[in-house]
């Protein structure tokens, strides 16, 4: 009954698919791998082996490879988007330096992953797999946002800031069913998927991962950069910034 109640109030506030959710306007007109890595860690990536995790349609492999990278893998499990980013590889004229598949067993230099680790679906399994496709020394840089707790957290289902929080997953996963026909009954199995991933969920994760954090940065909202601190972190940043390197055994 709760639940359908709160879809009730939920088609009533969105009836349509909300706009300017998430939808990466911050990077128009600048580089998104440059913003989210910094300059100086693209500049290691020259002359190297790079995996991008979590691909989609390649325009960050596409721009490793315009900034030197000697080989650009990218791993995406959707069909579509690998079809995609081929597509945009050749026409940009990097094909012969990246390749696109779901899986790979080549291993790399560096191994990148901009905007994925909120929706793997297995996270745990992830970091697994990709310790296995780093050659020794290798690192992982990655760079993922918002997480559960931001006001948009909830990416498409957050219709208002921190509605994801109070709404049920029942009410917000029929409402999306209205645009979506692709017969989702979890945030998890959604196109994309979400997995709620929180701050302190991704450092327990890599903990008990075969990496350990070399860096970990967390890039306050703006709106919100003098509330940010260690106790109001979950809901007041807006990017993690890590890099994992392989952890040395005792």
Known sequence: MLAGLQYQILMHIAPRVPENVCTGSAYRNRSKLETLLGADLLNRLRGKTVVDFGCGEGLEAIELAGRGAARVIGIDIRESCLQAARRNAAAAGVAERCTFARYT??????????????????????????????????????????????????????????????????????????????????????????????????????????????????????????????????????????????????
């Open 105 to 250: 067993e080549e291993r790399a230099d560096y191994i990148v992953s901009i905007d994925s680790f909120e929706h793997f679906r297995n996270p745990a399994g992830i970091l697994g797999r990709m310790a296995k496709l780093l050659k020794p020394q290798g690192e992982v840089l990655a760079a993922f946002g918002p997480t559960w707790y931001h006001p948009l957290g909830g990416h498409l289902f957050s219709v208002f800031p921190w509605c994801h929080l109070m709404f049920s997953q029942e009410a917000l996963i029929r409402w999306r069913a209205n645009f979506h026909s692709d017969g989702a009954t979890r945030f998890t199995n959604t196109d994309g998927g979400l997995n709620r991933m929180t701050i302190r969920r991704f450092e327990r994760l890599v903990a008990a991962s075969p990496f350990e954090l070399a860096s970990l940065e967390l890039a306050p909202i703006r709106r919100l950069r003098h509330l940010h601190n260690r106790l109001t972190r979950e809901f007041t940043t807006a990017v993690v910034r890590c890099r994992l390197t392989t952890r040395i055994a005792p």
